[in-house]
């Protein structure tokens, strides 16, 4: 089992910086790809960043050039640095992992973007 812990989640004006992350822990070895994915309210999931076990970053498109996803820590850490925030950019952001074809979820961290 991979347990997911995300952190840095908050209030944002617009135009503003936010980091977050996620630590894992438990059965991190063989965890090939993690990604960051986001909920706004009464939206479906979708994806806003991947990172594999080489280093291979993807973006969406409503992201891309304003975010950049990171792992540090051994790659037991992934990070989301975020730029130029959007109200529309509001939501919670869900940690996801998958090691030997499994996915997991952390809670989430909500990411408030308004003045």
């Known amino acids: 089992q991979v347990q997911l812990v995300e952190s840095g989640g908050g209030l944002v004006q617009p135009g503003g910086s936010l980091r977050i992350s996620c630590l894992a822990s438990?059965?991190?070895?063989?965890?090939?790809?993690m990604a960051w994915y986001r909920q706004a309210p009464g939206k479906q999931r979708e994806l806003v960043a991947t990172?594999?076990?080489?280093?291979?970053?993807t973006y969406a498109a409503a992201v891309k050039g304003r975010c950049t996803i990171s792992r540090v820590n051994a790659g037991n850490t992934v990070s989301l640095q975020m730029n130029s925030l959007k109200p529309e950019d509001t939501a919670v952001y869900y940690c996801?992992?998958?090691?030997?074809?499994?996915?997991?979820w952390g809670k989430g961290t909500l990411v408030t973007v308004s003045s």
């Open positions: 438990g059965s991190t070895f063989g965890i090939n790809l």
């Open positions: 990172i594999d076990a080489g280093g291979t970053t």
């Open positions: 996801n992992a998958v090691r030997l074809g499994m996915a997991f």
